[in-house]
């Protein structure tokens, strides 16, 4: 069976860095794209940075140059470093893990950016 389980989620003031964690069991994960989705209330999911299996990144325009995402297969854990947090950055964040048409969700994280 498949778990993520994502740490590191919080309240931060604006300015403020953040590290968030999945870790990720169940399946050999290595061939995996990974990444991290956020979701405020009435909108839908959004992407924030994702990591194929050999190490290409994508990043969502708004986070382009503030946040690093990096993965280490060796422990099946996929991190986003959150650097110049902004209150437009406050959501649950979601990691996410998918191999062609099969995916996976974990349970979320929320992150607050507030003075």
């Known amino acids: 069976q498949v778990q993520l389980v994502e740490s590191g989620g919080g309240l931060v003031q604006p300015g403020g860095s953040l590290r968030l964690s999945c870790a990720a069991s169940g399946t050999i994960f290595r061939f995996y794209t990974m990444g991290w989705y956020r979701q405020v209330p009435g909108k839908q999911r959004e992407l924030v940075a994702t990591?194929?299996?050999?190490?290409?990144?994508n990043y969502g325009d708004s986070v382009e140059g503030r946040f690093t995402i990096s993965r280490n297969n060796a422990k099946n854990t996929v991190s986003l470093q959150m650097n110049n947090l902004k209150p437009e950055d406050t959501a649950v964040y979601y990691c996410?893990?998918?191999?062609?048409?099969?995916?996976?969700w974990g349970q979320g994280t929320q992150v607050t950016v507030s003075s």
């Open positions: 990591i194929t299996s050999n190490g290409g990144t």
């Open positions: 996410n893990v998918r191999l062609s048409a099969i995916g996976y």
